[in-house]
């Protein structure tokens, strides 16, 4: 598990799925990705949004829209954990794996 270290290198929750992600999308270069072979657990939880949402404000994000998903990662280690819901769509599961490799892609 990733426990406290993995929301205290990386995290990222995702309050809303766009159009934008149901179209095809150009991942980054292997050297600009975060991280390039990553140890992936996935972790389903009811309270997905309560926990994405703390684990955000660990890191000094101060918003208050609970998240669908997070990830959250320790690149050292090259770990990382997407939490969802107990029904995620492909698109939100896809969108936090995506973190996984690159990190904080957009900005909410």
């Known amino acids: 598990m990733l426990g406290m270290l993995g929301l205290a290198l990386g995290t990222t929750g995702c309050a809303a799925i766009g159009q934008a992600e149901y179209q095809a999308f150009t991942p980054m270069s ?24 703390r684990a955000q404000n660990n890191q000094g994000n101060l918003s208050r829209v609970k998240p669908l998903a997070c990830a959250l990662w320790v690149a050292a280690n090259q770990e990382c954990k997407v939490i969802t819901g107990p ?14 490799f690159e990190g904080h892609f957009h900005h909410e």
């Open 87 to 100: 029904n995620p769509d492909h698109v939100v599961l896809g969108h936090e794996v995506r973190h996984c």
């Open 30 to 53: 292997p050297e600009a990705r975060l991280m390039n072979q990553v140890k992936l657990t996935w972790e389903v939880r009811e309270d997905v949004g309560d926990f994405c949402l």
